[in-house]
């Protein structure tokens, strides 16, 4: 089955600790991206991926880094994770960057006390 | 900032048409329309997407307007299951970034 995958689904940590979520898809997608969700704020784009070791940065990028060392596999990174980052994040893929059809993960809900 | 306006909410009745709204009239002529939708915090799911003509898939119907200022999203015989928060979405050139501009979306209730 076509999937975009996320690990962990739920999570809650604490202030300046690092944590990884990962995202994998099996469709052999080009492009990848993550978004975070917040209340009145809509979905805004952290950070893309065009290609295996091509990343850019979205609109809100502070505070995140990413990693595409292999096609299916985009982790994001949150090196010292701030109360801020509280939100609800997903994963999504699409066959190249024209974006015509976008795969999206179940989402990982992150708490940061 | 969203390039799109949508009603907050909305109510359809089960079997009947639902027929959502988007207006953009700022957008360039180049720039796509895209429909996803989001059912209780999953990920939003792809529903369609036009940049003049019409369009229709097994999903929804796009009508777009011949000035493209604005869009109507129709769902033909609307289902329990389409209680979703559906996005009106532009696609623009961002450098070599084509991105999509969400906004907050219409939340469509539609009752038995």
């Known amino acids: 089955e076509a999937q975009v995958t996320q690990n962990p689904r739920y999570l809650i940590t604490v202030t300046g600790k690092k944590l990884t979520v990962t995202c994998s898809q099996n469709?052999?997608?080009?492009?990848m991206s993550w978004y975070r969700q917040d209340p009145g704020l809509g979905l805004r784009q952290i950070y893309y991926?065009?290609?295996?070791?091509?990343?850019d940065k979205g609109d809100v990028p502070e505070g995140y880094k990413v990693s595409r060392k292999e096609k299916r596999n985009f982790p994001l990174i949150l090196e010292s994770p701030s109360p801020n980052q509280t939100s609800l994040y997903f994963c999504?893929?699409?066959?190249?960057?024209?974006?015509?059809?976008?795969?999206f993960g179940p989402g990982t809900r992150l708490l940061v006390l | 900032d969203a390039k799109t306006t949508q009603p907050p909410s909305m109510d359809c009745a089960e079997g009947r048409a639902a027929n959502l709204p988007c207006n953009h009239s700022?957008?360039?002529?180049?720039?796509?329309v895209y429909w996803y939708r989001q059912i209780h915090s999953q990920g939003p799911q792809y529903i369609i997407h036009?940049?003049?003509?019409?369009e229709t898939n097994e999903m929804a119907s796009l009508i777009i307007t011949e000035d493209r200022k604005s869009s109507t999203l129709i769902l033909p015989h609307a289902t329990l299951r389409d209680t979703a928060v559906y996005y009106c979405?532009?696609?623009?050139?961002?450098?070599?970034?084509?991105?999509?501009?969400w906004g907050l979306g219409t939340s469509l209730a539609v009752n038995p």
């Open positions: 999504a893929s699409s066959k190249t960057t024209v974006q015509e059809t976008q795969y």
């Open positions: 469709m052999n997608h080009e492009y």
């Open positions: 991926s065009m290609n295996v070791e091509v990343t």
């Open positions: 700022t957008i360039s002529g180049n720039e796509y």
């Open positions: 036009g940049l003049k003509n019409n």
């Open positions: 979405i532009v696609r623009v050139e961002d450098g070599n970034n084509r991105k999509l501009i």
